[in-house]
């Protein structure tokens, strides 16, 4: 160090600044790992990222003073300030293509090594050179006074642009801009991952979820939260031949009022705060696939009674939710599905087809999966042949396209009764009594079938045999002079037909009448439904029954074994959409030796759940 009377203080044995700035570098590192808080953090933070490295870099390239070979002061600095800007993404740039990514440590070490490898080589450069070359910071307290006044102007203004250039980003540190206002909210386990918890509930078993909140409003807000329970079903749309899910019903469940949570700043590389957290213990006491929605909102909200249907304003509860998170959720009962088949002939022979028809219920879920084993080291998985009605509120809706209510026709299906009391709806319109043109129902053991014309009506009937739990196929026809019944493919009876029908446009229906409660749903199972638009004579309704299909004259043809929750109409017309129902399962096996035979039946439903039935057959 040198110094004189002019109080001009200067360093030509070290380059003090170099030093200065590589233990600068070195005091930052302890208190950034340590993550101390505070101005001391902001102080040397700033330099060791804006100013250091460029001036680090402009002092190995130009250690001497300004000569043909060397840079001012004023330079140094302002290159210093737009070098560090360069460097400092370049050295992130470089980060992201290594393991170690742009992470605070991975960025603090990198400038670190950064500063050091080039302040070494600067002090080497800078030694290396005559002292009286060497470029060296000085300090003359008499600057001021001893130069002519444009200098003097010119001084003042650098020193003033260096003040504010280091003052303006700590106070843009300390007075933040305030940023996007938004609110995290999130719903997990009790194992705190929301991937993990379970969607399969029991009825009426309490379970426990796990709300969170972050604030990040930059003010204390004071949310409220609703729980809903909303069912969807599935509707056909005909306009964009697809299924559309709609809302049908919208359960008050409960609500958590007052959840205050203060500000909290999003601190980018370090520890997430806590976030405002409640365990919300409840349980369902409906069956059946529901969406579990939580909304949130920055204001108190109106009270509304619990497992009450809010589905007329629940549109608008939704959309005026600040915040909504959900999970689709399967309530089952505590009871398995319970396996159980018929087979025919009920007395079977060795090397004849025998039909094995699962008639197995599963309340909780859809059934989605059957297994067979015939007890002779054969197995099979079956074939959906057709579908279920439970008796209630199964139907299948085909539309109301005036392709189905022909004037003269043919209407026929496989029909598989359970019960035979009461009014069964096979196929109908669900109008008013003189507009169901075509209706064919069971009504106790009798078969029925009614013409309409808008406001007459032809009712016609035929009193069968039949049995519960066994396939029969059924047709009948109407030519404008007679009114034919078919079983198994045999002419019953034929009756005078009395009007000409006309068409409606009530949507036509298989299995049931008016949804979603009707006294007179058909409880079995119905399949390969046909409507002709004329007359088939005898010949042709044998060939039917024999698996032969008359396509001349068909309208719809719905095969009833589809896997999706559409009836496909094989003609491509008439689709139908499904609802509720369950789906059909046969397998047909022949027994190559006379014997007694243990066949095991077991099914599983979508809930995983799963059951066997074993039942003894024996083959003369």
């Given amino acids: 160090m040198y110094s004189n009377s002019k109080m001009k203080i200067s360093y030509k044995n070290i380059p003090i600044d170099i030093v200065l700035c590589m233990i600068w570098s070195i005091l930052l590192v302890p208190i950034s790992l340590l993550n101390i808080d505070g101005s001391i953090r902001i102080i040397l933070g700033i330099p060791f990222v804006l100013f250091i490295p460029g001036y680090i870099l402009i002092f190995a390239l130009f250690p001497t003073w300004k000569t043909d070979r060397g840079i001012g002061v004023i330079e140094r600095i302002g290159l210093s300030f737009g070098l560090s800007i360069a460097i400092i993404p370049l050295i992130c740039l470089i980060l992201n293509y290594t393991s170690w990514g742009i992470q605070l440590e991975s960025v603090l070490f990198s400038i670190f090594i950064f500063i050091n490898s080039a302040g070494f080589i600067a002090f080497y450069r800078w030694t290396r050179i005559s002292p009286d070359k060497r470029f060296t910071i000085s300090f003359n307290l008499s600057l001021l006074k001893s130069q002519n006044k444009p200098d003097y102007a010119l001084n003042i203004l650098i020193i003033l642009s260096v003040v504010i250039a280091c003052a303006?980003?700590?106070?843009?540190?300390?007075?933040?801009?305030?940023?996007?206002?938004?609110?995290?909210?999130?719903?997990?386990?009790?194992?705190?991952?929301?991937?993990?918890?379970?969607?399969?509930?029991?009825?009426?078993?309490?379970?426990?979820?796990?709300?969170?909140?972050?604030?990040?409003?930059?003010?204390?807000?004071?949310?409220?939260?609703?729980?809903?329970?909303?069912?969807?079903?599935?509707?056909?749309?005909?306009?964009?031949?697809?299924?559309q899910y709609v809302r049908n019903n919208m359960w008050?469940?409960?609500?958590?009022?007052?959840?205050?949570?203060?500000?909290?700043?999003?601190?980018?590389?370090?520890?997430?705060?806590?976030?405002?957290?409640?365990?919300?213990?409840?349980?369902?006491?409906?069956?059946?696939?529901?969406?579990?929605?939580?909304?949130?909102?920055?204001?108190?909200?109106?009270?509304?009674?619990?497992?009450?249907?809010?589905?007329?304003?629940?549109?608008?509860?939704?959309?005026?939710?600040?915040?909504?998170?959900?999970?689709?959720?399967?309530?089952?009962?505590?009871?398995?599905?319970?396996?159980?088949?018929?087979?025919?002939?009920?007395?079977?022979?060795?090397?004849?087809?025998?039909?094995?028809?699962?008639?197995?219920?599963?309340?909780?879920?859809?059934?989605?999966?059957w297994e067979w084993d015939f007890g002779d080291n054969t197995t099979s998985f079956g074939e959906i042949i057709g579908l279920g009605f439970n008796g209630i509120d199964d139907y299948v809706d085909c539309g109301n396209d005036s392709s189905l209510q022909p004037i003269n026709g043919t209407i026929e299906a496989w029909i598989y009764p359970i019960e035979l009391n009461g009014i069964k709806t096979i196929f109908t319109s669900a109008g008013d009594f003189e507009f169901r043109h075509p209706r064919l129902r069971l009504e106790g053991n009798t078969l029925t079938f009614m013409l309409t014309n808008n406001g007459g009506w032809d009712y016609h009937d035929y009193k069968a045999n039949f049995q519960p739990y066994t396939w029969y196929h059924i047709a009948v026809t109407w030519d404008g002079a007679n009114v034919s019944f078919y079983v198994d493919g045999s002419l019953k009876v034929a009756q005078r037909q009395g009007l000409t029908p006309a068409g409606n446009n009530a949507h036509k229906r298989i299995g049931g009448y008016i949804p979603p409660m009707s006294p007179e749903a058909f409880n079995g199972s119905i399949k390969d439904m046909k409507i002709y638009n004329r007359s088939l004579n005898s010949t042709e309704i044998q060939n039917n029954y024999n698996g032969n299909v008359i396509t001349n004259g068909l309208v719809s043809w719905w095969k009833l074994n589809d896997k999706e929750n559409i009836a496909y109409d094989t003609m491509g017309r008439n689709n139908g959409t499904i609802y509720g129902t369950y789906k059909i399962n046969q397998a047909i096996h022949k027994y190559s030796h006379p014997g007694t035979y243990e066949v095991k039946h077991t099914i599983t439903n979508e809930y995983g759940q799963i059951n066997s039935c074993l039942k003894i057959i024996v083959i003369t």
Wanted: zero cysteines.
């Fill in 168 to 243: 303006l980003p700590i106070y843009i540190i300390y007075t933040p801009k305030t940023g996007e206002k938004f609110t995290e909210f999130y719903l997990v386990g009790l194992d705190d991952n929301s991937e993990k918890y379970s969607k399969n509930l029991t009825n009426g078993v309490t379970t426990t979820r796990i709300i969170e909140i972050v604030n990040h409003e930059y003010q204390t807000v004071n949310y409220t939260i609703e729980i809903w329970l909303i069912n969807y079903i599935q509707i056909y749309n005909e306009s964009v031949n697809e299924i």
């Fill in 252 to 369: 008050f469940m409960d609500k958590i009022n007052n959840a205050t949570v203060n500000h909290t700043n999003i601190n980018i590389g370090m520890k997430e705060p806590l976030p405002w957290r409640y365990n919300y213990s409840f349980n369902i006491t409906r069956i059946g696939s529901f969406r579990l929605t939580f909304l949130l909102y920055k204001t108190p909200t109106n009270e509304y009674v619990k497992d009450k249907d809010y589905i007329n304003i629940g549109e608008q509860r939704i959309n005026s939710a600040y915040r909504e998170i959900h999970q689709w959720v399967n309530v089952i009962y505590h009871t398995s599905p319970k396996a159980n088949f018929t087979f025919s002939p009920d007395k079977p022979i060795s090397n004849n087809e025998i039909y094995f028809t699962s008639n197995s219920t599963s309340p909780e879920s859809r059934t989605i999966r």
